[in-house]
């Protein structure tokens, strides 16, 4: 098992930022793909961004250019750095781990967090 929990959600205005962080304990995710999706509510949950073990970085069409996904490995932490924000990003936000390569497909991923929700206001 790989407990991960996510923090920094919250309430922010549109054109605004957030950095969301997903902790993992008890067992180092230095190996592990990290992915980060989010849903809202009435809709399927969706890929956001991930980084593989070995850093390399891929996000959703709807957040290129505006989100960061970033690893410290030494904090056992896997970070989402959200820029200009807008009110189509609300939503409540997951991390997950899977041990193999990162996937854009949610049902490939091993390990979740509890979520952290996101409002943005207009």
């Known amino acids: 098992q790989v407990p991960l929990v996510e923090s920094g959600g919250g309430l922010a205005q549109a054109g605004g930022s957030l950095r969301l962080s997903c902790a993992a304990s008890g067992r180092t995710i230095s190996t592990y793909a990290l992915g980060w999706f989010r849903q809202a509510p009435g809709k399927e949950r969706e890929f956001v961004a991930a980084?593989?073990?070995?850093?390399?970085?891929y996000y959703g069409d709807s957040v290129k250019g505006r989100f960061t996904i970033s690893r410290d490995n030494a904090k056992n932490t896997v970070y989402l750095q959200m820029n200009s924000l807008k009110p189509e990003d609300t939503a409540a936000y997951y991390c997950?781990?899977?041990?193999?390569?990162?996937?854009?497909?949610?049902?490939?991923?091993?390990?979740w967090g509890q979520g952290t929700q996101v409002t943005v206001s207009s």
């Open positions: 997950a781990a899977r041990s193999l390569s990162v996937s854009y497909v949610r049902n490939e991923y091993d390990y």
């Open positions: 980084v593989s073990w070995r850093g390399a970085t």
